[in-house]
Nanobody, 124 residues
Framework: QVQLVQSGGGLVQAGGSLRLSCAAS????????MGWFRQAPGKEREFVAS????????YYAISVRGRFVIAGDNTKSSVSLQMNSLKPEDTAVYYC?????????????????WGQGTQVTVSS
């Protein structure tokens, strides 16, 4: 089992920045993905960014590329998401996710473990 604990998020004005963090505990796998997804009211959960190990390759949704930066620490099984130039459409509940032996790091089906979610609200 893997447990995920998220922190960060909150309320910010458009153009501002926020940082999310997520730490995994429990079982550790040598091949895994950690990612961020978000879900706005009335919408499906969507991919935001992810990082895969071994190697530390990162992936981004087109909507956040150039504004968000994902970083991971393989030794701690942790991941962060620095969100810059935030827009009102970034408002959502953000979820951290962990997937063992990943295949498609952009797909929710890759991830077996999910964090509790944290609200990010961007005001216009």
């Amino acid at each position: 089992q893997v447990q995920l604990v998220q922190s960060g998020g909150g309320l910010v004005q458009a153009g501002g920045s926020l940082r999310l963090s997520c730490a995994a505990s429990g079982r550790h796998f040598s091949s895994y993905a950690m990612g961020w997804f978000r879900q706005a009211p009335g919408k499906e959960r969507e991919f935001v960014a992810s990082i895969t190990w071994p190697g530390g390759s990162s992936y981004y949704a087109i909507s956040v590329r150039g504004r968000f930066v994902i970083a991971g620490d393989n030794t701690k099984s942790s991941v962060s998401l620095q969100m810059n130039s935030l827009k009102p459409e970034d408002t959502a509940v953000y979820y951290c996710a962990y997937g063992q032996g990943w295949t498609n790091p952009l797909d929710t089906g890759t991830y077996s473990y999910w964090g509790q979610g944290t609200q990010v609200t961007v005001s216009s």
